[in-house]
């Protein structure tokens, strides 16, 4: 299995700028989730689906980021317009099943820099 | 107060000791996860766990449920196992939302 994918892995853009980040989840797993980490605050929970449904967006920032997940293989987090707070690696992660005691796989993340 | 809480936040060691890495939570986390970071940024999940204790390899998680602490242990360590370690919390029900600690920075010397 080729793993949780993201594209793409480096992101540079300028202030005000739309930024698409993607995701392809493991084959088969129902459950996906994006991460941000940053030094300040570690790495945080900004929304997670299950069966392609969005659960739990507390985590989302503010208005200007938004999440789809159209289908089981694919995901997208969107900031619009960015700025440069935004800068921050960003997870995406998918775990087989719903539930606390399942084990979550990490993809390589988008290291996201806003000018 | 955190809900998960970790120490030390920093952490040298010479290649070949035994090391070990806390992790505290509290009340409504019924899972806990360990995940490892190396330098390069990839996160890999290293265990779950709920009760008792596992290994693999060179680590070894145990988890205390009355006192709700987990320990993550490596032993011979090496200097390929600097990276940081994170503990999560899962709580109780079907989501599966983590609260996270804030690492532990490892670096092993040869």
């Known amino acids: 299995d080729a793993g949780v994918i993201q594209s793409p892995r480096h992101e540079v853009t300028e202030m005000g700028q739309e930024v698409t980040l993607r995701c392809k989840p493991i084959?088969?797993?129902?459950?996906l989730f994006w991460y941000r980490q940053t030094m300040m605050r570690g790495l945080e929970l900004l929304i997670y689906?299950?069966?392609?449904?969005?659960?739990?967006d507390s985590g989302m920032p503010e208005d200007r980021f938004s999440a789809k997940m159209p289908n089981a293989s694919f995901s997208t987090l969107k900031i619009q317009p960015s700025e440069p707070r935004d800068s921050a690696v960003y997870f995406c992660?998918?775990?087989?099943?719903?539930?606390?005691?399942?084990?979550?796989?990490f993809g390589p993340g988008t290291r996201l820099t806003v000018l | 107060k955190n809900e998960v809480e970790q120490s030390p936040q920093n952490l040298t060691a010479q290649e070949g000791e035994f090391i070990t890495i806390n992790c505290s939570y509290s009340?409504?986390?019924?899972?806990l996860h360990w995940l490892q970071q190396h330098p390069g940024g990839g996160i890999v999940s290293l265990f779950m766990?709920?009760?008792g204790k596992k290994k693999h390899g060179r680590l070894i998680a145990t988890i205390n449920i009355q006192e709700k602490h987990s320990s993550l242990h490596i032993t011979a360590s090496h200097p390929r196992d600097s990276a940081v370690y994170i503990c999560?919390?899962?709580?109780?029900?079907?989501?599966?939302?983590?609260?996270f600690g804030t690492g532990t920075l490892l670096a092993v010397q040869p």
């Open positions: 766990l709920s009760s």
């Open positions: 999560a919390g899962g709580r109780r029900g079907a989501t599966n939302k983590l609260i």
């Open positions: 689906f299950n069966n392609n449904v969005p659960i739990d």
């Open positions: 084959s088969g797993h129902n459950s």
């Open positions: 009340v409504g986390i019924s899972a």
């Open positions: 992660a998918s775990s087989p099943l719903a539930g606390t005691y399942n084990e979550q796989f």
